[in-house]
């Protein structure tokens, strides 16, 4: 099987910040002999230090604080959500009068009670708006 020169190339990086497992590091060793241009190039690199993007050292705990950031900012969405439906829902109760079995009245309550229910409704559509805006921030991209 033939190694070719975008295999030893995707290597590079791994075996220059140590990564790499022996067989990689001999393969990209024996490939470098055969390859005078690229073997310059590595030893330019080793020279000038080397280290890859994203090879930083990250705090152990960096896991464990992601996920409960991630489960109470859920957490808090759920209930976001919740009030927001709740409010709205209460905010927009309507009567309706019946005579002789035909609906004779129809109006929402809102109109009735302005103040009331006016209040309920605009925090109900700021609980669903920030609702809205966590899951977008939540959302990631697979592109």
Do not use: H
């Not at 993007?53 to 705990?61: A, H, K, M, R, T």
């Amino acid at each position: 099987m033939e190694v070719t020169r975008e295999v030893i190339l995707d290597l590079i990086p791994l075996v220059l910040s140590g990564e790499a497992s022996p067989a990689s590091q001999a393969l990209v060793e024996e490939y470098l002999k055969q390859s005078p241009d690229l073997a310059e190039r590595v030893r330019v690199l080793r020279a000038e230090g080397f280290a890859p993007i994203g090879s930083s050292e990250l705090n152990p705990d960096l896991e464990l604080k992601s996920l409960s950031r991630t489960k109470r900012l859920l957490g808090l969405q759920r209930w976001l959500f919740g009030l927001g439906i709740a409010l709205t829902a209460i905010s927009l109760g309507m009567r309706i009068e019946y005579r002789e079995g035909r609906i004779t009245e129809f109006r929402f309550l809102l109109s009735e009670y302005p103040l009331e229910l006016g209040i309920p409704l605009v925090v109900g559509l700021g609980c669903l708006a920030a609702y809205f805006a966590i899951r977008r921030r939540q959302r990631t991209t697979t592109r």
